[in-house]
Each structure stands twice: as C-alpha cells, then as structure tokens.
C-alpha cells in the first residue's frame, strides 16, 4: 500500500475544522481535513451566524474574561471578510453589518445600556426614535434602539468560501467512529492530528484512552423558525431579565419566503422539550417587543440542538476561550462558538511548532463531501396553534 503522510490530519469540516484546515493550508502545510457526513453539518449550520462582541454575555454578569475575550472576535472576522489576515472569507456574505438591540423602557432597559456602553466603549451607539427604520416604528415596538458592533454572516456562504479555497484536501471519512483505523487502512501518516468534531471528540478520546482529565459539558438548545417573517430582522430583543427574550436573524428560503430563527430565551430549554413551549415563549417575547404586528398566517418550526463544548472555569456557564485538550500530536479542540473559531486556529498554531512541508498531498483516492443544507430548508413546518 502507497504511504501517504500529511504534516496535519483534521477530523471535523465544521467552523473549527475549516478554519484550521484554511489557516494552515495557507500557512503551507500538507494538511487533509476529513468528514463523515457534511461540510458545515451539525452545531455550525445551526448557527445564527452572529459574531458575537461579548455584549450578551456581560448582561448576565460575565463582563470579565469572556466578554473580554470575546470583544475583539468582529475584527478578525472583519478582516478575514476583507481578505486579510491568515484566512480569505472575502467570498462570503455577510447578511447585516450589526445586530440591533430593542431596549424597553424602565429599570433593565437602562441597565442593559449602561453594560452595553461599558462593553462596548464606542463600538455601541443608541438611534434616535426619529431615525428607527420604519419597521421597527410599524411594529409597535418601544423603547431604545442600540446598534452593536455584532455582523451577521450568511453561514452557506462561509462554508462555501472556506471549502471552496481547499477543497482538494476536504475528503469523506466512511468510519467517523475508528478514525485512527481509516488512517492506517489507507496508509495515511501525520506529524499531528486534530479532531474538531464538538460532539464526537470526547468518545474518540475515551475510546483511544486520552480522556484523563478531559470534561466537556452539553448545553440543550431548541431553536424555533418562524416562516412568513414580516421584515427582515437581526435583533435581541431584551426582557426583564439579564437574557433576551429573543435573538432573531433572518433568512430566506429557496421560494423567496423570510423566516425568523429564533435563539435567546425561547431556544434556551431541553431540547426534547415540546415544539409548542417554543412558539408559545416566541409569540409572548413578539407581543412585548412587537405589538402591532399579527403573526396569525405564519409557520413555525423547530430546531433541537446540543452545544457540545469543554466545560467551563467560570461558575459551570459557558467556557471563556476554545478548550484544547493535547496528548502528545493529538488534539481534541472545540471552539465554543462560532465567533471564536480564529482564535481556536490560532491555539492551535502555537502549539504546532514544526514548520510547514510546503508540499500538496493528492487525496483524490477518497470521495468528496458534500455541503449542509440549512435548517430551514430541512424544516417540517406547522401551522399556528
């Protein structure tokens, strides 16, 4: 059998893997990123393609590390947008420039804006009533409007411009649960070995004895849909608690069709949980933020998702950096959210210090993955209750 080495072998086409696959490729390494089912599938197409600033998270208390960490993520993606940097997204979309925050009026709306500004500095700035967009005044809604320094990236497009540029090296894997056996079975030879797969990484650890010390957490989520969206929206909409009510970004479906995905509050339970707690908690977060406006033709959906990440070192919440967990050449990686991904790849870089072969490895011999589709273009719709 012909002897195949790569300098880095990744398990995982997810933001994580892509990421890393593009940053080293790049970087002239010899690298092969293998999947088994989808490039994007699972936690990364399921994301609402926000790259957070570390503002929803300091409403909940946790200005410190993470909202620190997490405030400068918009200009690496920024930059990567424009071609800068070590990855090129300069051929993705990005669906808004920031996120909206809708404040209500009282004790917690002027809490939130106290925190924003104090997270935010001047990447924060309040609208004026008189220069709200007219559907954001149509639908009823009042109180204060804060643009943040928060885009919103059309996640198809970031898989494609990410499995585009290297797509020569992005091959299926036929035994995601033997992975070290597919390496061997196909004379396949790596320096190091990364695996980024958020929900397998901890079973492929176990089962090759490198758990020791190793702790990862599962964060349910149940996201909803909502079809026959009135506008497009990329909001979070604020309640009375240090939450919002809801996170809304929107998309469009192959028929011209808006729907609102739903995160925040109304995803935030297990996701076993009834599809009908969902929109019940979504129309009751509408009718405080949006009053006027009447949801009685639209189609609702949902989405159940675990967030499988390394555990937390603040309070058990939500970890405050991407986890590495290292046993010699091997990594075990998870980037915790979307926004962190360059910063996982720029972990990972540090600890691979071997320099690069500059050499291109043929992986043609194995067959090619295809992309996800959208959830909401997978989606079962109801109609309303």
């Known amino acids: 059998m012909a002897q195949r080495h790569a300098d880095i072998v990744i398990f995982g086409a997810g933001i994580a893997g892509l990421w890393a696959h593009n940053r080293f490729r790049r970087a002239g390494y010899n690298v092969l990123l293998l999947e088994s089912a989808t490039i994007g599938g699972g936690q990364t197409i399921a994301s609402q393609g926000i ?12 200005i410190n590390k993470l909202a620190a960490s997490i405030s400068a993520m918009p200009d690496l993606w920024r930059a990567a947008l424009k071609g800068e940097g070590p990855v090129d997204l300069s051929a993705a979309q990005t669906n808004a420039d920031s ?11 002027g809490l939130v804006g106290l925190v924003a500004k104090r997270t935010l500095g001047n990447n924060v700035h309040e609208i004026t009533q008189k220069s709200w967009p007219e559907y954001i005044t149509d639908s009823g809604f009042k109180g204060r409007l804060v643009y943040m320094d928060e885009p919103v990236l059309d996640i198809p497009s970031v898989l494609r411009a990410l499995g585009g540029a290297y797509q020569d090296s992005i091959r299926k894997i036929d035994t995601p649960d033997e992975p070290m056996a597919f390496l061997e079975r196909h004379g396949i030879t790596a320096d190091h070995i990364i695996f980024t797969g958020a929900a397998s990484n901890h079973a492929i650890a176990r089962h090759l004895h490198h758990d020791k010390g190793l702790e990862t957490q599962a964060r349910p989520l149940l996201m909803g849909m909502l079809k026959n969206a009135p506008f497009p929206l990329y909001a979070h909409c604020v309640g009375s608690s240090d939450k919002p009510l809801a ?3 929107t998309h469009t479906l192959p028929g011209g069709d808006l729907v609102w995905y739903l995160g925040g509050g109304v995803a935030e339970r297990p996701k076993d949980a009834p599809p009908q707690d969902v929109y019940k908690a979504a129309k009751k977060a509408f009718q405080t933020s949006f009053p006027a406006l009447d949801f009685t033709t639209s189609q609702w959906a949902v989405l159940p998702i675990d967030r499988i990440e390394g555990k937390s070192s603040i309070d058990g919440w939500m970890p405050d950096t991407p986890t590495i967990h290292q046993q010699g050449h091997i990594f075990y990686s998870w980037p915790t959210k979307l926004t962190f991904a360059p910063l996982l790849a720029e972990r990972l870089a ?23 589709k959208t959830p909401w273009e997978n989606a079962q719709w109801n109609e309303d209750l």
């Open 51 to 62: 790259i957070h600033s570390g503002l929803k998270y300091a409403f909940a208390g946790k």
């Open 99 to 109: 996120q909206m925050l809708l404040i209500p009026p009282g004790l917690m709306g």
């Open 247 to 249: 996170t809304i970004t």
């Open 350 to 372: 540090e600890k691979i210090t071997a320099p690069p072969s500059n050499r291109l490895g043929d992986w043609s011999f194995l067959p090619e993955v295809p992309y996800a």
